[in-house]
């Protein structure tokens, strides 16, 4: 027997207008994110899930943290010989989901996937602490591991190690841009009559960037 949840409730906090869409849709997602900071419940609202396909076109989702943006995309960081990595190795077209759910928005983004450069990795792995840098050694992401028991003495056994010896960055720890694309922007609105707006890239125009209402 399925269990029902009755959670329907009205979107009404405000409209996305036309007269708001800034010519890039850079702006508005740094508008967009400076709302959601500014309500301060909301835990991690750099997170963005981003969804890859396998090589037989298996979709696999995971949340990771934004750590920086700019006209050329959204960066995050990783291990790039996890799932993920490898799934963007065999095709690195991606799509990501800010679920900004408290201000009841969504920003999905498509674009492709490239990884970042080495200077780049560098700059971040050693800003972070010993401790994140020695978890991103003892860690082969997405492997099975025996035992809870077996990563922590890894991880301790590196830890010691490295508290006493230079640590390098692995050289297959490091960042993706997702450059966009599109950029669909969602308001939930009044009887579900949602704003949605679709910004997509024309390379060879001028603006770059196209938009289009969509139907909710
Ligand atoms: C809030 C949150 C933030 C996360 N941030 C990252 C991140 O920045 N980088 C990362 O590799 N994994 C991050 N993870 C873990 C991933 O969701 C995922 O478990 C991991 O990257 C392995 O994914 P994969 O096996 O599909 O490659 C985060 C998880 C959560 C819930």
Not at 40 to 47: G, H, L, N, R, S
Not at 90 to 115: D, K, Y
Not at 155 to 163: C, N, R, V
């Amino acid at each position: 027997m399925s269990i029902f949840y009755s959670v329907r409730r009205e979107y009404d906090l405000t409209h996305l207008k036309e007269s708001v869409l800034t010519d890039t849709p850079f702006l508005l997602f740094q508008r967009w994110l400076d709302e959601l900071v500014a309500v301060k419940a909301v835990a991690d609202p750099t997170a963005m899930i981003v969804s890859t396909v396998d090589g037989k076109g298996m979709p696999y989702q995971r949340t990771v943290l934004m750590k920086s943006y700019d006209d050329n995309g959204f960066v995050f960081f990783t291990n790039q010989q996890s799932r993920k990595g490898q799934h963007i190795q065999q095709n690195n077209q991606v799509s990501l989901i800010f679920p900004w759910l408290a201000m009841e928005r969504q920003v999905i983004v498509t674009g492709i996937a490239e990884p970042i450069s080495a200077e780049e990795n560098d700059r971040y792995f050693y800003s972070r602490p010993l401790t994140s840098q020695v978890a991103a050694i003892a860690s082969a992401q997405s492997q099975p591991v025996a035992s809870r028991e077996v990563l922590e003495k890894n991880y301790q056994d590196l830890l010691a190690f490295y508290e006493q010896n230079p640590l390098k960055r692995p050289a297959h720890w490091g960042g993706y841009c997702v450059k966009p694309v599109a950029i669909e922007f969602w308001q939930g609105g009044e009887n579900r009559l949602h704003d949605r707006f679709s910004y997509e890239f024309e390379a060879n125009n001028e603006p770059n960037w196209s938009i289009k209402r969509l139907q909710p």
